[in-house]
């Protein structure tokens, strides 16, 4: 997918070098790693959520300014795993450390580093890549515990550069762009200056409905849930027709994604229309389906059809 960049900011500087680099988008789950990759890059291309394990692939995007081109890649909140999903979440969000120029670390403004954490301080350190910090959420908390922060992960690993931004507020997140580029290699661009996602509109239509799931449904259900695109189909007059099927593991969360008199299915389709209809600017024609897969989070099978695969 392309998004617009105005000429001017294309005009080079003849003074420096164009920088290009990968960069990797990791932290623990629900830090808002995939909200920060939205405002960086200036489009809505991830899913988000306060449901922890929102992202479940690796999922690419491209910034591109007169000074450089950054190719973030967002990865899964590591977390740990307990189905066969889960496992390849974290392999995912691990394997992309390894593949890119530099690790943007997200992380909350507290002071406790967990288990889960260290965890991935350690993958972090022994990739050897330089790191920077974003402290994000900083709208939350004083300053104060945001230089506590810092103290605390400058304690336990290498960084580069850190800085305080919030992802929600889009504080700080010129800052954070100027503090990447710095640090990425001369290159030429890597991708075309229009670019901004190699995910197709259909792959982000799916990913819009399950947000939608996850976000007017409770408890255990949207964990379940995967969300597979049976047809995308554009009439002459323009309208596009879309069916998708929900996927569910159990009969039980077939009747609340249904809800009652199909009130919950009627919303995640409204919710979802129309933020699909803003992304690939037509009109649309949305028709979901509720189907149970048992244990489709178990099955290899399953999950290679779902499209997590080891493409990523
Ligand atoms: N107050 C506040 N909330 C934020 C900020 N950034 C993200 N959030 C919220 O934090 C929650 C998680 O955001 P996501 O972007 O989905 O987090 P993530 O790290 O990508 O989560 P996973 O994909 O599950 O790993 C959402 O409810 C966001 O709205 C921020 O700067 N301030
Ligand atoms: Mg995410």
């Not at 590591?78 to 496992?87: K, T, V, W």
């Not at 939608?212 to 323009?238: C, M, N, T, Y």
């Amino acid at each position: 997918m392309t998004g617009g960049l105005s000429e001017s900011k294309l005009a080079r500087s003849a003074r420096e070098a164009f920088r290009c680099g990968f960069v990797a988008i990791v932290g623990r789950t629900n830090v808002g790693k995939s909200t920060l990759m939205n405002h960086l890059v200036g489009m809505k291309i991830a899913i988000t959520s306060n449901k922890p394990q929102t992202t479940r692939r690796r999922l690419t995007t491209v910034f591109t300014n007169d000074r450089g081109q950054i190719v973030f890649v967002d990865t899964p909140g590591i977390h740990l795993p307990h189905n066969r999903l889960s496992e390849y979440m974290d392999n995912v969000a691990y394997k992309s450390v390894s593949d890119v120029d530099l690790i943007l670390f997200v992380v909350e403004p507290v002071t406790y580093i967990g288990k889960g954490e260290q965890q991935i301080i350690e993958k972090i350190r022994s990739s050897g890549k330089p790191v920077i910090l974003a402290v994000n959420k900083c709208d939350t908390v004083e300053k104060e515990s945001i230089e506590k922060a810092f103290e605390a992960y400058g304690r336990v690993l290498d960084i580069a550069d850190a800085l305080a931004v919030s992802a929600l507020k889009g504080i700080n997140i010129d800052a954070l762009t100027d503090a990447i580029i710095r640090r990425l290699p001369e290159s030429p661009m890597l991708y075309d200056e229009d670019t901004v996602t190699d995910e197709t509109e259909r792959d982000i239509t799916a990913e819009i409905i399950r947000e939608k799931a996850l976000r007017l449904l409770k408890d255990e259900v949207p964990h379940g849930i995967a969300v597979s695109i049976v047809s995308f189909k554009e009439r002459a007059d323009g309208l596009v027709d879309i069916e998708a099927d929900i996927i569910c593991e159990k009969d039980s969360h077939k009747g609340i994604i249904i809800g009652k008199g199909g009130s919950m299915l009627k919303k995640i389709g409204s919710d979802s229309r129309k933020d699909i209809e803003e992304l690939i600017e037509a009109h649309v024609n949305l028709k979901l389906f509720v189907k149970v897969r048992r244990d489709w989070r178990q099955n290899a099978m399953m999950l290679k059809d779902l499209g997590y695969t080891d493409r990523d």
